[in-house]
């Protein structure tokens, strides 16, 4: 079974950054695609932007040019840096992995809380 932990969240002003980590352990498994999703009070959760094990990528249209995702194969890890902070940004930013073992599955990290102040 895989399972992912997250780091990075906190408090930031408007205008700053943070750096988000997920890694996945476990043992048997091959990472498809790693993201990146968010859930703001009263909101949905969205997707934020995801890379696929060939590296293509997409991102929401409200984080272009502000937000970059990239993976680390070797750590089975993946990074979400943010930058130009907006208060709009602030939600649980959780990291979920598209991954086969045996049969293609999908999880989810526990989340991490992201606040940007005005």
């Known amino acids: 079974q895989v399972q992912l932990v997250e780091s990075g969240g906190g408090l930031v002003q408007a205008g700053g950054s943070l750096r988000l980590s997920c890694a996945a352990s476990?043992?048997?498994?091959?990472?498809?695609?790693m993201g990146w999703y968010r859930q703001a009070p009263g909101k949905q959760r969205e997707l934020v932007a995801r890379?696929?094990?060939?590296?293509?990528?997409d991102y929401a249209d409200s984080v272009k040019g502000r937000f970059s995702i990239s993976r680390d194969n070797a750590k089975n890890t993946v990074y979400l840096q943010m930058n130009s902070l907006k208060p709009e940004d602030t939600a649980v930013y959780y990291c979920?992995?598209?991954?086969?073992?045996?049969?293609?599955?999908?999880?989810w990290g526990q989340g991490t809380q992201v606040t940007v102040s005005s």
């Open positions: 979920n992995i598209g991954y086969y073992f045996g049969s293609y599955y999908s999880t």
């Open positions: 890379v696929t094990n060939s590296g293509s990528t």
């Open positions: 476990g043992s048997g498994f091959s990472i498809n695609s």
